[in-house]
């Protein structure tokens, strides 16, 4: 009896406070729109920096706009500061016109921004994961407030989808700084200034950051007051506070999918990763040298087995690095899953003398159930032919500290799984390929140098004629199945939840999170 | 009564720089150089500056000349800098999060308290009836249960299914503060942090109360025709309440255990995420920080219990 | 207390006294039957059930409960009996090892302080008090950052963690001892500190240690699990009921794959409950007033 009026006493407690909660919601609220921006693997929490981010520019793109970038169905690519572009006939010359826009400041936006934006992001000392990318890059001009011109020492085909993550900034803002220290100022997370439809209000550290509308933007005033980005410690927290109402969308894992199909109150968003997911062999350890060794690790693991049960069928065995139609070659060795012939070729290396049964870490920041999943499966499927691997689990953080360490530890990744973005422009995958992009230049971290492979990229990357690209992408294709520098797994569908009081909300499951043009503008929520 | 505080006292101040020795030790023993701890990332230095810092930090001298050192660096409140966070310093950010803690903390101890007492009083009056049984068996299922699974149920019976309480964070995000926006946001986590506690104290003061039921001033007063309810509030429960005391303030140091399950579930801005959070990236400074300054609350904790029950106890001078 | 157990309890010596009071604990019993039982299930199970804890079976995922699978499959097929069981098995290890661990270390370090000097045990003490400072669970997570994950730097951070109350209660006993005539005598005669820690110590501190012992286990299959629950203790594939209620954390697990987590969950509660009892009837089978009520 006690025990009743207790229970009693605690959940009228309870709903007090929860009435309490919900008339100070009702009370006049701004229009806000609260999602988890940055949950999944296309996120990246606690990251403020455009210039070191590795995911995370659906948010970014929230208050920060690149010169170009990919339309929502990320087949294209059209203007976003620039208003049109052009390319000279040797592909060598970029000229771009601006719109008008201040930043949230009052300042205008100018050339000048343009110019010293790029060569901060060419400037290895900002801690920038440009530098690389950008190398071909040998000038640029700004002939008036309007007009930026990059002009390139050599082709590079994959110059435009780099410029899409380049996030404009303001130099009147940052001129004052040292490169050295804008690495890791407190600015980014404390008072930056961009051009996009909302501007930064506040950022309450591990909680949520939150944006507010850019009364003058020049696309319009966003049709909602404010934009927060709540932070979660996994997927599961997101969900738990989307079904409570308390967010309106979020990233969610492919098991969740169900529970959301069949209610009224969501849309489910459903597209391709882009992803390509791999096992990563450390070129730096004595374990892989050998190529057999690497195709044992292939044939070992069923990999239609694991996507028609873990994935539910919703991905493509990837043979090599793509798997779009058009740059994949015929002729690829397609290895089928054959323990046996793992085995044999294990034994014709010599797999007894270089590791034997002695564990290997496997490193990943993946850290999903559904993850947990797949590499229990995979774990397993090796361990049946004498690979003993033990699968290590990270937060994104710590696995960058690890594999891009100053005087990295190669023992503490000898094998990771991983993903890199293999579309929609192909030439995503050079800078973890490319003998040249080994760290601290590019994000080849696993020191691949395999040069018919180098060779293969750099021809793609230089091929000016359209016709001829998606050829020289099925050469990169090629290498990639002959070389094997990583056993490629597959490509996989990833999922968004919405509610259904959203309208003209956009957000696709581009890989690092985009960006892509999903004018935060137009988003508006019913009450 | 004042040499005895003044003792105490004493012993706190040594427990304090044992913990700071601790603390010290271990940072040594973690991996990664220490000079990592004092850079301010935001600040480009060149390797003559950092040598030049190394000898000012004194870390080219043997240990316990560091130690003296960090010491004197930790006392003025220079506890380094974050290594994940963009050169945040640690003392700041350690201190923002002591204030969340300590009201999930009180909280939950303050309705564990209520509760567990009330129960208690309730289960030793009416011994082996089913009101007894009962507390007794949710007490040890209280008792047995882990925290973050209670953690984990609650919040998805009580948030995600009910929809009664927001189901993370301290507050609504970009909502204007206000009291009743952090009382809905506290009473889950609050109340599932107090079973544990709940039950610990429903069971001693259950045994304490019987103990003292039994004893002779309470039958004296009982044959006096004093009336029972009297009896039972004004002579017994207040005898009874004294060993309840103390277990509550030694039990601080697992109440912060309970808490930290707790935040990691709820998403609550303490100490306890901060460490979980800092543990994840394994950044050295700031769990150490939170170390010592958690460590250092502890002892100030149970140096005011042990003050107030010398106050509630007059036998404690002789002991 | 009937009066054949009371006379019973009064010809035997202290020990068996406490057994007989133990017996008539039905709680205590019902404790001891259930514990016995989980640890023959557990300890045996690669005898008679199908599966091991670590086969993964990609065409049988997130099977309920049915005749092959008991406690049905986990997201990757694997059985979650066996998993359950295996898992069982390395949280009593993990808690086993740690508390015998910690009761040496307890007993020793209390017991040294009792028979020592003033200054010794005053210092000693303190240590003692240093120790109980810093909260476990911190204390857990400081020293995991540092020796990492897996089943020995586990069993080193929770024994690390559970001896000081312990050393504290065997020195309070012996400091009553200390000054009795056989003791003195014994002292008097010459004894070094091994013969008055072991012929001394031991036999007076048994009770102590036997009802430490038990509910000590209970707390460590509680820290190991919420250690691994944080990732930090045992980390999967192995099994461990900590990590295996991690699955609890997905919403869709909680809701759809109800096996998944409860299981684990249902049989750490039990073991720490059956635990529990068992401690709780021996605490009061050797506390001496418990035959005057």
Known sequence: ??????????????????????????????????????????????????????????????YFEPLVNYTADLTAIEGALATEYSINADKTEYTFKLAKETWHDGKPFTSKDVKFTVELAKNGETGTVFAARLNAVSSVETPDERTAIIKLSRPDAGFLATLTKLMILPEHALAGTTPKELATSTWWATKPVGTGPFKFKQYVTDQYVELVADDDYRLGRPKVDRVINRYFKNTAAAVAALRAGEIQFTYVEPDDVSAFRDNKGFHVIEGQSFVVNYLGFNQQVPLWKDVRVRQAVMHAIDRQAIIDSLYGGAATVANCGYVAKQLVPEGLSPYQYDPAKAKSLLAEAGWDKINGNKPITWLTYYNTPQAANVMAAVQAMLAQVGINVVPRVVDTPT????????????????????????????????????AAQKPPAGANFLRIDMPELTKAFDTALAETNPQQLNARYQDVCKAMNTNLPWATMWVANRYGVASAKLKDFVWVPAPAGGPYNAHPEKWSIEK | MLSYILRRLGTGLLMLVALSMLVFILLRVAPGDPIDAYVNPNVAMSQAEMEALRTRLGLDQPLPIQYLAWLQAAVTGDLGYSIQRNGVRVLPLVLERIGPTILLMAAGLAIAIVTGIAAGILSAVRRNSPTDIGFSVVAFFGISSPAFLTAILGLYLFSVVLRWAPSGGMLTPGAPFSAGDLLSHLILPACLLSIGHAALIMRYMRASLLEVLNQDYVRTARAKGVKESWVIMKHAVRNALLPVVTLIGSTVGIAVGGAIFIESVFNWPGMGLLLINAVDTRDYPVIMGATLIIGACVIVVNLLTDIAYAAVDPRIQVA | MSAAVAILGSSKGPTARA????????????????????????????????????????????????AGHWFGTDGVGRDVFARLMQGGRVSLLVAVISVGISLVIGFLVGAISAFS????????????????TLPPVILLLVLASIVGTGIVPTIAVISLLSWPVLSRMVRARLLELRERDFVVAARGMGAGMRHLLFRHGLPNCIDILVVYATLQIANAILLEAGLSFLGLGIAPPEASWGNMLNAARSTSVLEQYVWQWMFPGVALVITVLAINFVGDGLRDAFDPRSDLQ
């Not at chain 3, 005053?122 to 109980?132: K, T, Y």
């Open chain 1, 1 to 62: 009896m006690q025990l009743k009026a207790l229970t009693r006493t605690i959940s009228v407690a309870a709903f007090l406070g929860a009435t309490a909660l919900t008339t100070s919601v009702a009370a006049q609220e701004p229009k806000t729109v609260t999602g988890g921006f940055d949950v999944g693997p296309g996120g990246f929490q606690g990251n403020f920096n455009p210039l070191a981010a590795t995911g995370g520019f659906t948010w970014l793109n929230v």
């Open chain 1, 399 to 434: 696995y960058n500290g690890i594999i891009y360490a100053g005087n990295p530890d190669f023992n503490q990744f000898p094998l990771v799984y991983a993903g890199l973005q293999n579309g929609p422009d192909p030439s995503g995958l050079n800078i973890g390929l490319n």
């Open chain 3, 19 to 66: 057994l007989g009071r133990f017996v008539t604990n039905r709680l205590a019993l019902a404790g001891l039957v259930v514990l016995i039982a989980i640890l023959i299930a557990i300890l045996t199970y690669p005898l008679w059930w199908a599966y091991t804890p670590n086969q993964i079976d990609l065409r049988a995922l997130n099977k309920g409960p049915s």
């Open chain 3, 117 to 132: 000097g003033r200054l010794a045990d005053g210092a000693i003490m303190r240590l003692v008090d240093l120790a109980m």
